[in-house]
């Protein structure tokens, strides 16, 4: 149970569902069909999108007011926090929107950073490797990425609310192509499962949509 809903949920690499209660405070995991507490958010912050790693650890988008960070877990305690460069510049724009986060099969984590318009994608130590701004795709309106998600070849896919379409990368951040498959609505859920195919989620018709995108 949350206060209001469920910011994001997951499925560790036991198999086992987890949710964030950002309002709680709260990471949460389902066991023997009851609810616990997995993690307590550091004071003063809320817990927001999930990305369960290869390594077994959780990726967590987390914000305190305007100011957001990506907090990884291991063994349900804090082992890296991503926030500043080596200058020591905040990585992410300060805003109302929360990060979505999500691990490639590198190690690489992808953060869509929407108050910037921007994917920033890091190594393992938290060091940028390339952003992606959407100009190379040539489109229309402004970018605005939110859900994003990686193919077990590398491929980055990065949903685009503003000119409805999927926008599909190379893990070193080339433009590949644009999927356009949303119709006249906005895709606020993506997932993609073993097979290649991604799962799209459109809140205006409560409906999800399959797709295999890969021919």
């Known amino acids: 149970k949350c206060l209001y809903w469920p910011d994001d949920i997951a499925v560790t690499k036991r198999g086992e569902l987890i949710y964030s209660d950002s309002d709680g405070g709260t990471v949460n995991i389902f066991r023997s069909g009851r609810a616990e507490t997995l993690i307590t958010a550091p004071r003063g912050w809320k817990p927001h999108r999930l990305c ?77 490797r390339f952003r992606y701004d959407g100009s190379a795709a040539k ?9 994003l998600v990686t193919h077990s070849s590398g491929q980055i896919i990065v949903t685009d609310n503003s000119n409805l379409c999927l926008h599909i990368l190379d893990r070193n951040g080339k433009f590949l192509s644009c999927l356009d498959c949303f119709g006249q609505q906005r895709c606020y859920g993506l997932s993609i499962d073993t097979d290649g195919r991604l799962w799209l ?11 295999h995108y890969l021919k």
């Open 139 to 147: 489109i229309k309106g402004p970018f605005n990425p939110n859900c």
């Open 201 to 211: 989620a459109f809140n205006r018709t409560n409906e999800i949509k399959v797709f």
């Open 52 to 128: 369960c790693t290869k390594s077994g650890g959780i990726l967590i988008s987390m914000s305190s007011g305007r100011h957001n960070r990506i907090i990884r877990y291991e063994e349900n305690q804090i082992s890296q926090i991503i926030e500043k460069n080596e200058d020591g510049k905040a990585l992410f724009l300060e805003g109302i929107c929360k990060l979505y986060v999500t691990e490639n099969e590198n190690g690489d984590v992808c953060v869509s950073d929407t108050n910037a318009s921007i994917v920033v994608v890091l190594d393992m130590t938290g060091r940028v």
